[in-house]
T-cell receptor
Framework: AAGVIQSPRHLIKEKRETATLKCYPIPRHDTVYWYQQGPGQDPQFLISFYEKMQSDKGSIPDRFSAQQFSDYHSELNMSSLELGDSALYFC??????????????FGNGTRLTVT | AQSVTQLGSHVSVSEGALVLLRCNYSSSVPPYLFWYVQYPNQGLQLLLKYTTGATLVKGINGFEAEFKKSETSFHLTKPSAHMSDAAEYFCAVTLNTGTASKLTFGTGTRLQVTL
């Protein structure tokens, strides 16, 4: 079965650079979520989109922005990178089933290292 | 607001022994509860979920969990541990509000299985 695809798997950037992370949800999934997981930490919710509109916002820095496109893929744009942005970034997708969502299915993540 | 608390950041069991990973939740409305497993450098994989109906839910790899409203708990168990069960386990909650709702994770429990 198709899974959530994230690219790239690994990314190394320097401080103050920008980075773009991409997420391709499972086919027919209409909701995308972004999570940040620091070393030894639990995943922290950043932002989510439903039908290309932002549906919820968590602890996402103002330096970060995201969007969902017409084909439902999503991109997380990160500017003015800081050392503390080094983390594993997960994308997850789900599908509305009536009034509720199917469980979140996660990608394998993008490991971002800022030097 | 919703949250989950996982008791014990590290649990060690012998191969063949009972696995018990504890999770308590806090939620203002009926919750949906999940257990996810994360292997090193991989994404989160859904083990099992509780939404409505039967309070004892069975998941993959022989795991099961019981939703106990009176104890606000959703502990994960497996009768007999296998070496391949060594991983990080996250309990998660989302609200049953009828809208696309983010997952909130616990801090995780690292399961070690010894010979």
């Amino acid at each position: 079965a198709a899974g959530v695809i994230q690219s790239p798997r690994h990314l190394i950037k320097e401080k103050r650079e920008t980075a773009t992370l991409k997420c391709y949800p499972i086919p027919r999934h209409d909701t995308v979520y972004w999570y940040q997981q620091g070393p030894g930490q639990d995943p922290q919710f950043l932002i989510s989109f439903y039908e290309k509109m932002q549906s919820d916002k968590g602890s996402i820095p103002d330096r970060f922005s995201a969007q969902q496109f017409s084909d439902y893929h999503s991109e997380l744009n990160m500017s003015s990178l800081e050392l503390g942005d080094s983390a594993l970034y997960f994308c997850a997708s789900s599908q509305r089933q009536g009034p509720y969502n199917s469980p979140l299915h996660f990608g394998n993540g993008t490991r971002l290292t800022v030097t | 607001a919703q949250s989950v608390t996982q008791l014990g950041s590290h649990v060690s069991v012998s191969e063949g022994a009972l696995v018990l990973l504890r999770c308590n939740y806090s939620s203002s409305v009926p919750p949906y509860l999940f257990w996810y497993v994360q292997y090193p450098n991989q994404g989160l994989q859904l083990l099992l979920k509780y939404t409505t109906g039967a309070t004892l839910v069975k998941g993959i790899n022989g795991f099961e969990a019981e939703f106990k409203k009176s104890e606000t708990s959703f502990h994960l168990t497996k009768p007999s541990a296998h070496m391949s069960d060594a991983a990080e386990y996250f309990c998660a909650v989302t609200l049953n509000t009828g809208t696309a709702s983010k997952l909130t994770f616990g801090t995780g429990t690292r399961l070690q299985v010894t010979l």
